[in-house]
């Protein structure tokens, strides 16, 4: 599973342990999950909707962590931030690839 988003969100992965002792392991968590299901999803989804629905979702986790995430943790919220943007972005390809 290799694309754009894909790999800039491994990029975003490699920058938060690059700040280990600065975020959190929640955050490194949510990064590796979100990696690890996007390769097991997409291996078995060709559709776009099925794509587009799984993007949708992990676009509403990461609203809702930046909703309940300690707002003391800058680096923490400024990732989630990150990673929000490049699923965003996906999702607008997806629809319209899915409109064209």
Known sequence: MKNKFYTDLCN???????????????LIDTIQNLTIDI???FEDKTANDSKEEFVGAEIYNIEILL?????????????????????????????????H
């Open 12 to 26: 975003i992965e490699s920058l938060i342990f690059s700040q280990l002792g600065q975020v959190s392991q929640k």
């Open 39 to 41: 390769v097991t999803t």
């Open 67 to 99: 909703e309940i995430w300690d707002k003391d943790l800058l680096t923490d919220r400024k990732f989630l931030e990150q990673i929000k943007k490049v699923l965003e972005n996906w999702a607008l390809l997806l629809k319209q690839n899915r409109t």
